[in-house]
């Protein structure tokens, strides 16, 4: 096999969570450009409709399924509704995700509860639901989670400790999956991007951009096409003997 080939997802099946806008939108536009059949899910279905005709007018097939992971009642509905499309799935990329910022000591436990849930919970009950649907049968599967750099450290600047300790319960729990389903065939790995502009970073950098791009040793945030390359590499085969791992993308804020 030559290397573009290694790259390429012809004909494969990925399930991207929070798929309609920012980092899931970036990820669907780059694993549907190398072949595959995609699949986004989020709640909001205007917002999923705006991104099946981003993704259509670049000649990519788009499943789109109203869905909200933070009732775990409805995550086998979104894994019936993807394989009863296309069959079966081949690539999870779990990316939805909230946050909640507070000082610990004021911390709400309702908040508390929800960002666990949607960025942790959500991940293992959707990856074990496509395991044992599809990836454990056939012996062959790619979970891809989008944790962060916060799984990594913790910035002064950012009070959010249900973020802080969702995201690294995401990235050990890419770990454990990697360990007990690698004899299946199924590799899991994540990916932790640093700051992108996006919804969910919108109020922090408003106060401290700058500070950021400064720290930074790129000199820049993470832009529309900077999570591609990680997301493909760990989605084709070109990653194929990669597992438990995780890639920071965030230009070197992170070791600075």
Known sequence: MGVRELFELNGQVALITGGSRGLGLQIAEALGEMGARIAISARKAPELEDAKAHLARRGIEVLTVVNDLARA???PALVEAVVSHY???????????????????HHPIDAWNKVMTLNATSVFLLSQALANRCF????????????????????????????????AAALHLTRSLAVEWGPYGIRVNAICPGFFPSKLTSTFLEKFEAAMIERTPLGRLGGDTDLMGAAVYLASAASRHVTGQHIVVDGGASIA
């Open 73 to 75: 009642d409805q995550v």
């Open 87 to 105: 069959g079966a799935v081949d690539i999870l990329v779990n990316n939805a995700g909230t946050s909640w910022g507070a000082p610990a000591e």
């Open 136 to 167: 454990i049968p056939r012996r062959s599967g790619n979970v891809i989670v989008i944790a962060s750099t916060a799984a990594l450290h913790v910035s002064p600047q950012m009070q959010s400790a249900a973020y802080y300790a969702s995201k």
